[in-house]
């Protein structure tokens, strides 16, 4: 994620914090400073924070690796100081599964704070100098507290807490996903309309903002869940791109720079000129970098992309649009060797735009069925 410093690899993924998370600690020494607490006291506020970023690391590791069971990687877990974010490279589809990673995080901090509650009880809480957040119940108490708000917080039944995707798997198990989706998505609209209002009355704009989160939240997942469906059934070959420019390998900068210019492709694929086989992509951004920094004789196979990924005709849609989410902007469609078409996320979105997007009383479009 932009702006995120990789703190540390466990279990093999980065967890990373944003630059944002600084904020929150210059706020806490302002707390701090205002409620004039001692400088041991400012220490613990501090330590306390920790404590609960480190509660957060673990939540996110509880969707994180219940999901590596169920063989979906994550990329990253990245902590903001509104909480944190496991990056999954897909969310598994079967209600199921998706229901387990979802309880996984939530049931983390269950776990914590029972652990802390327990603790508490039978050999007492830290007491600490006065400070913006523990001195009032003790160090430990407090952070179980803390972990039982963000239960209550995560499993609230909207998108994009967990509570949207646990309600959203339970529907799955009696309905189609894309529907399970909308019906989630519109109790999470209800409910964030009904947090604005108590923000409003209670005057909170912590509320408020939360509420318009939740409300965007619930219609970028409802997106996502037309387009899943759109997509079932649908292949790469009828969704690529087959008129396209190429350039052979030999061809220097300066020829594709005016291939570019004339023919308004971004991206170049890179063939041999005898046998025709793909050889590479010149990428827009690659070949503008190359263009300021080396000669413009220089051939394109010398600053051509050869390590992507290509995508055979018969690939499903659903799983090329994972490939090409990680692989942005476009990919090759080869076929033996021989270069057939490109898939683009721009021609993706003009395929969903022109022939999946349902009309009133029209049943979604699937290519298969035709
Ligand atoms: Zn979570």
């Excluded at 004789?297 to 600053?303: A, E, L, R, Y």
Aim: glycine share 10%.
């Amino acid at each position: 994620m932009k702006g995120s410093l990789r703190i540390a690899r466990l279990f093999g993924i980065d967890v990373a914090i944003h630059w944002t998370f600084l904020l929150l600690v210059v706020y806490v020494v302002f707390l701090s400073t205002r409620q004039q607490a001692s400088l041991a006291g400012t220490l613990v506020a501090l330590a306390f924070i920790g404590g609960v970023f480190t509660c957060v690391v673990l939540h996110e590791f509880g969707h994180a690796l219940t999901a590596r069971a169920f063989g979906v990687k994550t990329r990253h877990i990245t902590i903001l100081p509104i909480g944190g974010v496991a990056a999954l490279e897909r969310m598994p589809t079967k209600p199921g599964q998706e229901l387990l990673v979802a309880v996984a995080g939530p049931a983390v901090n269950v776990v914590i704070a029972a652990v802390l509650l327990a603790g508490v009880l039978l050999v007492g809480d830290v007491k600490t100098p006065q400070n913006p957040f523990t001195q009032s119940t003790g160090f430990f108490g407090m952070l179980a507290l803390v972990n039982i708000a963000l239960v209550v917080f995560n499993m609230l039944p909207a998108f994009p807490m967990d509570g949207g995707r646990v309600l959203r798997a339970l529907l799955a198990f009696r309905l189609e996903y894309a529907r399970a989706t909308r019906v989630a998505a519109m109790v999470g609209r209800v409910m964030a309309v009904g947090l604005l209002v108590w923000g409003v009355m209670a005057g909170n704009p912590v509320l408020m903002i939360i509420a318009v989160f939740v409300y965007m939240g619930g219609g970028a997942e409802a997106a996502a869940a037309t387009q899943r469906a759109a997509m079932q059934g649908t292949l790469v070959g009828d969704v690529m791109q087959t008129s396209f420019r190429t350039i052979p390998s030999e061809a220097s900068l300066a020829e594709a720079a005016d291939a570019v210019i004339a023919s308004s492709q971004r991206d170049l694929p890179v063939v041999d000129a005898y046998s025709g086989r793909f050889e590479g992509l010149l990428r827009h951004d690659d070949l503008a970098g190359a263009l300021s920094s080396l000669d413009a004789g220089t051939p394109v196979s010398s600053v051509m992309q050869t390590n992507l990924p290509t995508l055979p005709p018969d690939t499903p849609m659903l799983d090329a649009i994972e490939v090409l989410r990680l692989n942005p902007p476009v990919l090759p469609v080869t076929h033996a060797g021989d270069l057939v078409g490109m898939l683009s996320v721009g021609n993706v979105n003009e395929f969903l735009l022109l022939h999946a997007t349902p009309r009133p009383g029209q049943r979604i479009r699937r290519s298969r069925e035709d």
